[in-house]
Nanobody
Framework: QVQLVESGGGLVQAGGSLRLSCAAS????????WGWYRQAPGKQREFVAV???????RFADSVKGRFSISRDNAKNTMFLQMNSMNAEDTAVYYC????????????WGQGTQVTVSS
């Protein structure tokens, strides 16, 4: 089992920046996709960004060029740096970890609210 704890959400003005963190604890994992999804009020949860164990990264078109994703292996923590934020970025952001080795698993954090004021 893996536990994910997000932090870093909050209120930011349009054009500002926030950095979200997702700390993992519990079982070790070797190959994985570690990323973020978000869900705005009245909308479905959508993909935001992912970083793989092979250091590949992928972003939703809506955040390309504004968001970056990284991780600190020593601290078992993954980060989402969000810049040039706009009102459309307002949502609850969820950390997601899909593990492929040594044991498959799909884990979610509890979510953190991000609100961008215009």
């Amino acid at each position: 089992q893996v536990q994910l704890v997000e932090s870093g959400g909050g209120l930011v003005q349009a054009g500002g920046s926030l950095r979200l963190s997702c700390a993992a604890s519990g079982s070790k994992f070797r190959t994985y996709d570690w990323g973020w999804y978000r869900q705005a009020p009245g909308k479905q949860r959508e993909f935001v960004a992912v970083i793989t164990s092979s250091n590949l990264v992928r972003f939703a078109d809506s955040v390309k060029g504004r968001f970056s994703i990284s991780r600190d292996n020593a601290k078992n923590t993954m980060f989402l740096q969000m810049n040039s934020m706009n009102a459309e970025d307002t949502a609850v952001y969820y950390c997601n970890l899909k593990i492929y080795q040594p044991n498959t698993g799909n884990y979610w954090g509890q979510g953190t609210q991000v609100t961008v004021s215009s």
